[in-house]
């Protein structure tokens, strides 16, 4: 996937990269956070030691471990389950998954699922058919009740609660961001209006050039607090602050489609001025306390204390599985309606595939994108919320399956495992409509 990715991670990964030179990454057996022995012991060893200050935990082999400890490492706030009963999610294990066979999409030799999963980095899997678990695997560092970084698949989240806000009239997407945000004026999202921000067609300047340590992405990190910052640093402070001093890109063309993280953390922004709550109030009054979660999750947080809107949720792997379910079912899901279905009839018909395509994301032929959702217009109606690194909520409404998934992938571009993973996933979609 084309610069899909969560900003301070790849910043940071891609400058390891070039700094380790173009020698292979350990594969997924030789990296596995628990042989290695990382933050084992007491104390763990100094050689195994992940640490947020000098920027450890963000370089692969150390991420196996960091991206399933995120929130030991980086400041973030509760998002309350509430105290109801946990949603059961039935099981029908099934064993004929593992060998489901398929061809990836960049001509390489047949693989099975397992063998996918395993050579992707995948650290947790969560499959659901018709509501039920029929395959689930935990890898490295993860289990059942380990919460693990979703990047910007928290993006999706953020989507839906801004569509819901539209649909209940607090929200009018036609209208300017600066009506909501007058913060903003002298930005350039002054002439931007609100449903320009939630389809990522803004035209705002904001370069994602992760080798280029004066690109906007950078700043946007240390703004948040997401990457250190260096000694002498004297730029914005907060996700907000940030926003405040990007521009209009006077060589973008109007409407083009860019995704661009800091659009995410703008509607963050204006949802929580429309709401005068918090998103982790907003996420657990919405769907956490309704879904029927396990375990309460977690959104991380700049300097100010606003959520990192663009990738910072923290959760389990089942609990992403149930939303992915919730939304498979027009929003409804632990008996009742948690949604209205119209949002997620919005979401499901996708964006303007021409000005998509015009975007270049190759791996990614005939799909759009709306809400902060990528929707692939196929004959299943697949629609996904994406993060870098793996992490996945793969939506097949026709073949009634949800696949959930977290991996700690060396590549952070989602382009890398894309001819693998999607041919994977419907392969799998594929089987259990059959039987």
Sequence with gaps: MKRTITAAITALMASAAIAQG????????????????????????????????????????????????????IPASDIWRGDGRVAALPRAERKDIAGISFQPANGGATMTWEQALAANYTDAIVVLHRGRIVYEKYYGAMSPQTRHIAMSVTK???????????????????AKVVQYIPELKDSGYAEVTVRQVMDMTTGVKFSENYADTSSEIWTYARAGGVLPRPAGYSGPQSFYEFARTVQKDPDAAAGAFRYQTVNTDVLGWLIRRVTNKTIGELLSERFWTKLGMERDAMIAVDPSGNEFAGGGLILTARDMARFGEMMRKDGKFNGQAILPKAVVDTIRK????????????????????????????????????????????????????????????????????????LPAYRAVADHLMRR
Excluded: C
């Design 350 to 421: 996708g964006g303007d595939k021409e000005v998509f395509a015009r975007a270049g994301y190759a791996a990614l032929p005939g799909w759009s994108y709306r809400d902060m959702w990528w929707v692939s217009n196929d004959d299943h109606g697949v629609f996904a919320a994406r993060g870098v690194h793996g992490q996945t909520i793969y939506i097949d409404p026709k073949a009634q399956v949800v696949i959930a998934r977290f991996a700690s992938s060396p590549q952070a571009a989602n382009a890398v495992t894309d001819p693998v993973m």
């Design 22 to 73: 173009p020698a292979a990454p350990p594969d997924p057996a030789a990296s596995d956070p628990i042989a290695l022995g990382w933050m084992q012991g007491s104390p763990p060893a100094p050689d195994k030691t992940v640490h947020w200050v000098d920027g450890s935990f963000y370089k692969f082999p150390a991420t196996r471990w960091s991206f399933a400890h995120w929130n030991q490492l």
């Design 156 to 174: 999706s989240f953020i989507g839906t609660l801004g569509e819901m806000l539209v649909a209940e009239g607090k929200l009018d997407p036609a």
